[in-house]
T-cell receptor, first 112, second 114 residues
Framework: KQEVTQIPAALSVPEGENLVLNCSFTDSAIYNLQWFRQDPGKGLTSLLLIQSSQREQTSGRLNASLDKSSGRSTLYIAASQPGDSATYLCAVRPSNDYKLSFGAGTTVTVRA | KAGVTQTPRYLIKTRGQQVTLSCSPISGHRSVSWYQQTPGQGLQFLFEYFSETQRNKGNFPGRFSGRQFSNSRSEMNVSTLELGDSALYLC?????????????FGSGTRLTVV
């Protein structure tokens, strides 16, 4: 059974600082890994999708890396802003299935 | 293009009642998945449908069921509601084809059981 862990559970940083969010998974037989953002009481917004054959993906201030063999992914958010305050979730899709396994998330607070 | 649409946004039900939630996927997406999100358990997979067939089911009691129609719209039903069924129910759709672009989630249905 795939276990997904996100560390830290919460993070508070001053505006402008870079954010580093970690995600680890136990089974390296994955099809892809997806990072989501969730605002309180809302649905999930997809940030980045990394296919198993890729090492990283970038979108604006966001960069996600994937090391499948070690079961790790890292989401970097450069020059954080108060609007980045949210919960960030990583989800892994196994190579032989269509259900996502989610981490518990990292709640980020960016202080103005 | 339109995203994933879930209706209703909020529901309040009484214990013992049943409820039906609806999800309309992105046009062209044939896979629809359902997830339950609670503060204690996080996001848990309920089931996934593709072309009207349930391909996978999570570890939930038989009170939770679903179906998918020929236009890919999906419904999930929870019968004999319990207080513990209070949660945010999220639906996700996916192309699930060559060039998989991952999952797109709806805004969810907040179910409160009293």
């Amino acid at each position: 059974k795939q276990e997904v862990t996100q560390i830290p559970a919460a993070l508070s940083v001053p505006e402008g600082e870079n954010l580093v969010l970690n995600c680890s998974f136990t089974d390296s037989a994955i099809y892809n890994l997806q990072w989501f953002r969730q605002d309180p009481g809302k649905g999930l917004t997809s940030l980045l999708l990394i296919q198993s054959s890729q090492r990283e993906q970038t979108s604006g201030r966001l960069n996600a890396s994937l090391d499948k063999s070690s079961g790790r992914s890292t989401l970097y958010i450069a020059a954080s802003q108060p609007g980045d305050s949210a919960t960030y979730l990583c989800a892994v899709r196994p190579s032989n299935d269509y259900k996502l396994s989610f981490g518990a998330g990292t709640t980020v607070t960016v202080r103005a | 293009k339109a995203g994933v649409t879930q209706t209703p946004r909020y529901l309040i039900k009484t214990r013992g009642q049943q409820v039906t939630l609806s999800c309309s996927p992105i046009s062209g997406h044939r896979s629809v998945s359902w997830y339950q999100q609670t503060p204690g358990q996080g996001l848990q997979f309920l089931f996934e449908y593709f072309s009207e067939t349930q391909r996978n089911k999570g570890n939930f009691p038989g009170r939770f069921s679903g179906r998918q129609f020929s236009n890919s719209r999906s419904e999930m039903n929870v019968s004999t509601l319990e207080l513990g069924d209070s949660a945010l129910y999220l639906c996700a759709s996916s192309l699930v084809a060559q060039g998989d672009r991952g999952y797109t989630f709806g805004s969810g249905t907040r179910l409160t059981v009293v």
